[in-house]
């Protein structure tokens, strides 16, 4: 399957499998009988409560894969999501119930805050990485978009905890106009839309300059493209998936620097370095999606 293929399919499965789990949080009475377990002291629905789990982590699972080279880095939306929705839900709930409630509401907000920071930093830390050692990188690289849109992912989420919370204690609040529900539902798939350009717009611009396996920088770049070329063409001359799926599965265990590997498969890459291998690994993955 083309990778481009992949990717629609990857975004719808992540689009759908959100406003599956979304809706079935969102039903107040639930669906299926309510189930209870007095030993944990939980109660739950028998069918959205499971679905309502499931199709979360199936969302999780399809954005991982979706933007597979720079979710490491963009691991930390889920942090900054939820410290805002408990911050969020504990200040306008729990606010009149003593200045513990407040104080803890304000750390995780600020918690949140921290880690959005940290994000950002981290990219812009690649960015820099990226245009100061990799000959081939484009000098132009932009960010300012994606910096303007990071803070509106905690913005939204704030607001959309805030209609939760009117919601949920069945009062007016500011700008709810009687709209909480539909207030809620709207904001969090302005969430949705604005974690996916997050993750989006740096795996576009810095995805093609990170390594393979662990997303960090290959920071030395000193590699012999001409030689990585050069076997790289035996094996487009002659495609053969199963020979180039076997090779990877040596390649990575190279890579990963494995002594019984390098010990074995040596003899077949004499004077290759770890970073060569790396980049072989690269260009014929590219090579097994073009396919």
């Known amino acids: 399957m083309e990778r481009s293929t992949e990717d629609s ?7 759908l499998t959100f406003t599956i789990s979304l809706f079935c949080g969102y039903v107040e009475s639930g669906i299926g009988r309510m189930v209870s377990l007095p030993l944990f002291g939980i109660e739950f ?3 959205s409560t499971p679905i309502w789990l499931l199709s979360g982590i199936l969302c999780l699972i399809s954005l ?4 597979y080279k720079i979710w490491t880095h963009g691991v930390w939306l889920i942090g900054v999501y939820w410290l805002t929705a408990f911050g969020t839900i504990i200040l306008f709930i729990m606010f009149d119930q003593g200045y513990v409630w407040f104080i803890v509401s304000l750390i995780l907000i600020f918690l949140a805050i921290f880690l959005m920071y940290w994000m950002i930093l981290e990219i812009y830390g690649l960015r820099y ?5 990799v000959p081939e990188a484009d000098r132009s690289i932009s960010l300012t978009d994606w910096l303007i849109t990071v803070p509106s992912f905690f913005i939204f989420t704030f607001i959309s905890y805030y209609y939760y919370s009117k919601m949920y204690l069945e009062e007016e609040g500011w ?6 529900s539909e207030g809620y539902l709207l904001f969090q798939f302005a969430v949705f839309l604005s974690g996916m350009y997050i993750l989006y717009v740096p795996q576009t611009l810095l995805g093609d300059y990170l390594e393979f396996s662990d997303l960090d920088i290959n920071t030395s770049y000193n590699v012999d493209q001409n030689k990585v ?14 020979k ?9 265990r190279m890579a990963d620097e494995d002594p019984e590997a390098w010990s074995t498969l040596g003899e077949f890459y004499v004077d290759w370095s770890v970073e060569e291998v790396k980049l072989f690994i690269t260009k ?6 073009e396919k």
């Open 9 to 15: 399919l990857l975004l719808v499965s992540s689009a």
């Open 45 to 47: 629905h028998l069918i």
């Open 64 to 67: 991982q894969q979706l933007f």
């Open 129 to 133: 990485n990226i245009i100061g050692q």
């Open 175 to 180: 700008f709810t106009f009687g709209y909480a």
């Open 229 to 242: 070329e050069q076997r790289l063409i035996d094996y487009s001359k002659n495609y053969d998936e199963g």
């Open 244 to 252: 180039i799926q076997a090779t990877l599965v040596d390649l990575y």
């Open 284 to 289: 014929l993955e590219d090579l097994a999606s």
